[in-house]
């Protein structure tokens, strides 16, 4: 602060520290002289706490544990205060087999922070019919009561 003429008296004009996460806090500094009362706010926003993110797949499996169709992944992301960039798209999974999994995911907040990787989810695909094959009779063939093809 500066004034030629007099000299300024300072109120709230000293060095602050913001040292948790904060929406927003507005600090003023303002000086009165003999020309009058002039003041400054500056506000300021923190947020050093990383956003999260989990994974879960939409759907349930059968009794057995397994799904008959692809599996949708849905990721859910929150961020408390400044709120994330954007959040990734569901995933499908369409490959067959006992242990098809997910992809991690990460995000990235307003802020820049960056969560850790989600978790992965794995579940077990079987989109195939079963086949069913009858071997040792034929079909519209005559057998004897008692006699067991075999």
């Not at 849905?74 to 400044?82: A, R």
């Amino acid at each position: 602060m500066v004034d030629n003429e007099s000299t300024p008296s300072p109120s709230g004009c000293e060095t602050q520290n913001v040292t948790s996460d904060t929406a927003g806090v507005t600090f003023t500094c303002s000086a009165t002289s003999a020309g009058g009362t002039a003041s400054e706010s500056v506000t300021v926003k923190r947020d050093a706490t990383a956003p999260t993110i989990s994974a879960v797949a939409t759907s349930a499996p059968n009794a057995n544990g397994w799904y008959n169709s692809n599996v949708t992944v849905q990721f859910t992301c929150n961020d408390n205060l400044s709120g994330v960039i954007s959040c990734p798209t569901d995933e499908i999974l369409s490959s067959e087999g006992a242990a098809v999994s997910s992809t991690a995911q990460t995000i990235t907040d307003q802020a820049g922070n960056s969560s850790a990787a989600s978790n992965v989810v794995t579940v077990k695909i079987d989109e195939t019919a079963p086949v069913v094959t009858v071997t040792g009779v034929s079909n519209g063939a005559s057998y004897t009561v008692g006699s067991v093809p075999a």
